[in-house]
């Protein structure tokens, strides 16, 4: 075990580490603010697994028909040499009918085991250097690859749903195949923000790679593929080429943030206790936002938290935006009926201000 490994063994407590994925390292940067969320991805754990094993509790899963859905219509694309996947290039003039060359990863090394994720890593650096070095051999698609993620001086192995280039392509952009149901301008705005920040994970890891061989980062470039659903179909629509400069740089930002840093994450942690401690995960400073139940499952908890401090968030985000100068509450009331001590401050006193006016003309409104 390396040394980093051995102090996140010490920080999980005892709690098996487990892969955080694409998936939850995007999580993190959907609340920059959160410290509680970004050590424990840092710890190599997830909230659904401190909801487990710390708190004892069943997390939120998604629904078993939803579960079905997307697990089948990723390997509708993925299976069968990707041949759904070509198709949907294909037909959006992305490769051509000679650019046939796919190799699957998960096929070369399938299996949980050790050696054979080690063996889908070794594989897909290979295949990535291939392109790096211009070799006309370079797959065209290449379908599961796993790539090393460093994240604060610790690896993160993650799995990506495919790579693709056309010949003439410089280099892959990542793709991820989601199972929503493409509604086109009413496609949920926000789950096609975390799709795209879920495959921009993935160019960070392309980017870290091009590095390690003495390359520069931006090789890797900053588009990245989506494929969703035709509504009530498996048919692919894809979505290519997206510009993800800003969930590259919301990723970027999420994660130099602090703790950017092991000895960060263990100043968090007080002597002889770790993360399988209750009362460590309660006092970790975190950011309650009402999107947190759309990804994380330690939302009820933290809302929860948010409750018994008073904090303006739990009445939406628009309130606590409006309400932050009083901090909580309490102090809100204090200020709308006058009964606390008065204004610390302009901004309080503006709120008060704002807070009375509001109540006149609800007044008024009430009783005629
Ligand atoms: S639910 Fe809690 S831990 Fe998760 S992101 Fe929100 S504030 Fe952070």
């Known amino acids: 075990m390396t040394p980093a490994n051995a102090r996140l063994a010490r920080l999980r407590g005892g709690i098996a580490p487990v892969e955080v994925g694409a998936r939850g390292i995007e999580s993190v940067a959907r609340n920059t603010g959160c410290v509680r969320l970004r050590a424990i991805v840092i710890a190599g754990l997830t909230p659904t697994e401190i909801i487990k094993h710390v708190f004892g509790m069943q997390p939120d899963i998604m629904s078993p028909f939803a579960m079905t859905l997307s697990q089948a219509y990723e390997r509708r694309l993925l299976d069968n040499g990707g041949s759904s996947l070509l198709t949907a290039y294909r037909e959006k003039q992305m490769l051509t009918q000679l650019e046939v060359k796919v190799s699957s990863v998960a096929n070369h090394a399938p299996g949980g085991s050790s050696f054979a994720q080690h063996q889908r890593v070794l594989e897909t650096q290979r295949l990535v250097d291939l392109k790096l070095r211009g070799d006309p051999l370079a797959p065209n698609l290449i379908l599961n690859p796993r790539l090393p993620l460093m994240l604060v001086g610790v690896t993160h192995p993650i ?101 950017a840093d092991l000895d960060h994450v263990e100043r968090l942690v007080p002597a002889n206790t770790s993360f399988a401690d209750r009362a460590v995960i309660d006092q970790l400073p975190n950011n309650y936002r009402s999107n947190c139940k759309e990804h994380c499952a330690l939302w009820e908890h933290c809302r929860a938290q948010a409750l018994s401090a008073g904090l303006p968030i739990i009445l939406g985000d628009q309130a606590s935006e409006q309400l932050a100068a009083a901090g909580s509450i309490a102090r809100v009331i204090d200020l709308l009926d006058g009964s606390g001590r008065p204004p610390d401050n302009p901004a309080e006193a503006s709120l008060a201000s704002d807070l009375r006016a509001a109540s006149a003309l609800l007044d008024r409104i009430a009783n005629g």
């Open 159 to 259: 799995e990506l749903d495919y790579l693709v280039a056309s010949d003439r392509d410089p280099f892959y952009r990542v793709g991820v195949i989601k199972s929503y149901a493409d509604r086109g301008g009413k496609t949920d705005k926000s789950d096609i923000r975390a799709a795209l920040r879920e495959a921009a994970v993935g160019t960070l890891a392309l980017g870290q790679h091009i590095v390690s061989r003495g390359g520069d980062q931006a090789f890797a470039g900053d588009r990245v593929d989506m494929v969703l659903r035709a509504p009530g179909s498996f048919i692919p629509r894809l979505f290519p080429a997206n510009r993800a400069e800003s969930e590259l740089a919301s990723l970027t930002r999420a994660l130099s943030a602090a703790p």
